[in-house]
């Protein structure tokens, strides 16, 4: 059976009429694949500008990083026509079908690289399609851009709020996120009140309307809340589960250093005041089960702790506010020092803390992305960049529609 090769690459590159494939030269020495792309004499091209039909005036050479055949770097080669509109457009370069403007790869290769790096460090994929990392990130950035900047967020009305490290020390980006639809909606350095204003001008010019945001969740700090009263001032405030329960445990891990300086039996005990009962091992339970009869005041802590717990099982707000007063005296009437501070902390939060009865939201979903979001900068051992790091968040956690081809 006879097979016509350039009918065959062309049907494989998803050419269209008038394009087809002129030639083709393979390196078995080299590994390397080019194919050079033309159309017929005499051809006319729809003017970018109006759409009609209009002459080539010339041609530019341009040459195309493709997807890989069968491990043999190819090359896409044309030139590019510009057209001479008769209908008073000027003269105008046309966009080919296979590669976006401006770009040196074709968009099936773009779509390749955007599906890797969810997996993958940017370097990893580099060094696999044997490209510069820098020309890689000039891609995601490329889409990440366009993506965002169709995204509708008319619908959003609950929101999580927290940041997370973008490297070593206190540098960080504040993400903010749809609860309801579990996507990222915009990542910005910092991790103060003007974070907030940054989202709630992308919230607008996303077509959302701040007054609409009906509950945000965050954290305890000064800056989120202050943030969001003032730039979401009808949202009710919900402090995080997890962020209130960080305050006690912190106590608790306070009171145990104070007491483990003088006490022999809280020597490499740490987690097992830290940690939830259930997820101790058997070994880890039967040492707690040994020191919960000793005469601690850590075990006075953590008894103190695991009752906090309880209140997010209480069946409405009348009841958590009942339960939450008793535990606040027992708290501030421990005489345990960090247990006291935290029990303050939380009363200076009443209000947010209680408001969990009424929209049920936490961070959860948030932390859950936030996790896939450290976990991708550990592969990577981190970014040059914020800008970088903010790139792949979104990549990560946004859902975005890139607009690109399937590979499949």
Same mark, same amino acid.
């Given at each position: 059976m006879f097979f016509n090769n350039k009918l065959l690459f062309a049907a494989a590159l998803g050419l269209t009429p008038p394009w087809e494939v002129k030639d083709i030269k393979f390196s078995g020495v080299e590994h390397r694949l080019d194919i050079w792309v033309g159309y017929p004499s005499g051809t006319t091209f729809p003017c970018p500008v109006c759409g009609k039909a209009a002459p080539v005036y010339d041609t530019r050479k341009q040459t195309w990083r493709h997807l890989n055949f069968f491990q043999h770097e190819t090359y896409l080669h044309a030139g590019v026509p510009r057209v001479e509109c008769p209908h008073g457009c000027g003269v105008k370069?046309? /966009?080919?079908?296979?590669?976006?403007?401006?770009?040196? #790869?074709?968009?099936?290769?773009?779509?390749?690289?955007?599906?890797?790096?969810?997996?993958?460090?940017?370097?990893?994929?580099?060094?696999?399609?044997?490209?510069?990392?820098?020309?890689?990130?000039?891609? =995601?950035? +490329?889409?990440?851009?366009?993506?965002?900047?169709?995204?509708?967020?008319?619908?959003?009305?609950?929101?999580?709020?927290?940041?997370?490290?973008?490297?070593?020390?206190?540098?960080?980006?504040?993400? #903010?996120?749809?609860?309801?639809?579990?996507?990222?909606?915009?990542?910005?350095?910092?991790?103060?009140?003007?974070?907030?204003?940054? #989202?709630?001008?992308?919230?607008? !010019? +996303?077509?959302?309307k701040p007054e609409k945001i009906e509950s945000v969740c965050c954290d305890l700090s000064p800056s989120f809340v202050a943030g969001v009263k003032e730039h979401l001032a009808?949202?009710? =405030?919900?402090?995080?589960?997890?962020?209130?329960?960080?305050?006690?445990?912190?106590?608790?891990?306070?009171?145990?250093?104070?007491?483990?300086?003088?006490?022999?039996? =809280?020597?490499?005990?740490?987690?097992?005041?830290?940690? /939830?009962?259930?997820?101790?091992?058997?070994? !880890? !339970?039967?040492?707690?089960?040994?020191?919960?009869?000793?005469?601690?005041?850590?075990?006075?802590?953590?008894?103190?702790?695991?009752?906090?717990?309880?209140f997010f099982e209480q069946p409405d707000r009348k009841a958590g506010e009942e339960f939450l007063k008793r535990w606040y005296f027992w708290a501030t009437h421990s005489r345990l020092v960090p247990i006291v501070k935290a029990a303050y902390t939380i009363k200076n939060h009443w209000e947010g803390i209680l408001s969990w009865f009424s929209s049920r939201i936490t961070n959860g979903l948030l932390e859950g992305l936030n996790s896939l979001i450290q976990a991708a900068k550990a592969r990577a051992r981190g970014y040059r960049n914020k800008e970088n790091f903010i790139t792949i968040s979104y990549i990560i956690a946004s859902d975005l529609d890139y607009n690109l081809p399937a590979l499949c």
């Amino acid at each position: 059976m006879f097979f016509n090769n350039k009918l065959l690459f062309a049907a494989a590159l998803g050419l269209t009429p008038p394009w087809e494939v002129k030639d083709i030269k393979f390196s078995g020495v080299e590994h390397r694949l080019d194919i050079w792309v033309g159309y017929p004499s005499g051809t006319t091209f729809p003017c970018p500008v109006c759409g009609k039909a209009a002459p080539v005036y010339d041609t530019r050479k341009q040459t195309w990083r493709h997807l890989n055949f069968f491990q043999h770097e190819t090359y896409l080669h044309a030139g590019v026509p510009r057209v001479e509109c008769p209908h008073g457009c000027g003269v105008k370069t046309i /966009n080919v079908p296979w590669a976006r403007a401006r770009s040196d #790869f074709t968009l099936l290769f773009e779509a390749y690289i955007m599906l890797l790096v969810k997996e993958m460090p940017v370097n990893a994929v580099a060094k696999l399609v044997g490209e510069h990392d820098t020309r890689l990130w000039r891609i =995601l950035k +490329h889409y990440v851009k366009e993506a965002r900047a169709k995204a509708d967020y008319s619908s959003v009305r609950k929101i999580g709020i927290d940041e997370t490290s973008a490297k070593m020390g206190h540098d960080y980006i504040s993400l #903010f996120v749809d609860l309801e639809r579990a996507k990222l909606l915009f990542a910005t350095e910092g991790k103060g009140k003007e974070t907030v204003s940054a #989202f709630t001008n992308d919230l607008v !010019q +996303h077509g959302g309307k701040p007054e609409k945001i009906e509950s945000v969740c965050c954290d305890l700090s000064p800056s989120f809340v202050a943030g969001v009263k003032e730039h979401l001032a009808n949202a009710e =405030l919900v402090f995080d589960r997890f962020h209130i329960m960080k305050i006690v445990n912190d106590a608790v891990d306070e009171v145990r250093r104070l007491e483990a300086k003088e006490n022999e039996l =809280l020597k490499k005990t740490r987690y097992l005041w830290l940690k /939830n009962p259930e997820k101790l091992t058997k070994k !880890q !339970q039967k040492k707690l089960e040994s020191l919960k009869y000793e005469n601690l005041d850590t075990v006075k802590a953590y008894n103190i702790k695991l009752s906090l717990r309880s209140f997010f099982e209480q069946p409405d707000r009348k009841a958590g506010e009942e339960f939450l007063k008793r535990w606040y005296f027992w708290a501030t009437h421990s005489r345990l020092v960090p247990i006291v501070k935290a029990a303050y902390t939380i009363k200076n939060h009443w209000e947010g803390i209680l408001s969990w009865f009424s929209s049920r939201i936490t961070n959860g979903l948030l932390e859950g992305l936030n996790s896939l979001i450290q976990a991708a900068k550990a592969r990577a051992r981190g970014y040059r960049n914020k800008e970088n790091f903010i790139t792949i968040s979104y990549i990560i956690a946004s859902d975005l529609d890139y607009n690109l081809p399937a590979l499949c």
